[in-house]
């Protein structure tokens, strides 16, 4: 049987939740749904290149599936109270980005959710600065400024202010300043807040290496 099983109404709102702030960001966003030991997470690439996700129990056939953020958001609403969410139609074609790796992660530190959101703050306000016939320009400089670095079990990560800014967007950060969790794995950067990750790609070597 081919569907979207949310283990309950809680976790059918957290993604209805994340469909909604990805279909405000973009609406012809696509998002990629895999499923795995009773859980199921949802990629998306966000408008300005950040991968990100959300991780709810439950669980869905085929085991990786992409569709349409939007027609998921009415396909989850359409079939509130029921055991079972038909799928929207399939855009498997319309995915364009790579996936982090589901294992191997390595814990480098803790970053508090005040201090992520502080940095965001900071590089909004250093673009409303910015002349406004240079705003373009001046803002993809911005997005890629390096931010934040963090140290831990003999790696560092270098990470610029579009990857934080996306946990920010996405409501990532709990309303307690909870703590954003850094990993690494094969070139992947994850920031894994109270509600969702934020992912950033590199080559191995390049931001990520001995202290």
Same mark, same amino acid.
């Given at each position: 049987? #081919? &569907? ?8 059918? /709102?957290?993604? /209805?939740? *994340? ?15 895999? #499923? ?11 408008? *300005?290149? +950040? ?6 129990? &439950? ?24 055991? =079972?969410?038909?799928?929207? =139609? ?11 790796? +589901? ?8 970053? $508090? ?18 002349? /406004?016939?240079?705003? =373009? ?15 831990? /079990? ?5 990470? $610029?202010?579009?990857?934080?800014? #996306?946990?920010?967007?996405?409501? *990532? ?9 850094? #990993? +690494?794995?094969? &070139? ?7 509600? &969702? ?5 590199? =080559? ?8």
């Amino acid at each position: 049987m #081919s &569907g979207l099983w949310p283990a309950g109404s809680t976790e059918t /709102a957290d993604l /209805a939740s *994340f469909l909604g702030r990805l279909v405000a960001l973009d609406p012809a966003a696509v998002v990629r749904l895999r #499923s795995a030991a009773a859980r199921v997470t949802a990629y998306a690439r966000l408008p *300005f290149g +950040v991968l990100v996700s959300r991780t709810v129990a &439950g669980d869905a056939a085929p085991g990786d599936v992409t569709v349409r953020a939007g027609d998921l958001l009415t396909a989850l609403d359409r079939g509130a109270g029921l055991d =079972a969410i038909a799928w929207p =139609a399939r855009r498997e074609m319309d995915w364009r980005a790579a996936l982090p790796p +589901v294992d191997g992660w390595v814990r480098l530190d803790s970053v $508090p959710g005040d201090v992520v959101l502080k940095l965001v703050r900071a590089g909004r306000e250093a673009l409303r600065g910015v002349p /406004a016939g240079a705003a =373009a320009a001046a803002g993809e400089s911005l997005l890629d400024h390096e931010s934040l670095t963090v140290t831990g /079990a003999g790696r560092t990560a270098v990470l $610029p202010l579009r990857v934080l800014g #996306s946990l920010t967007r996405m409501g *990532f950060l709990g309303d307690r300043g909870e703590p954003v969790v850094v #990993s +690494v794995a094969a &070139g992947w950067t994850r920031l894994a807040g109270a509600y &969702g990750s934020a992912y950033h790609h590199t =080559a191995p070597g390049l931001t990520l290496g001995p202290r």
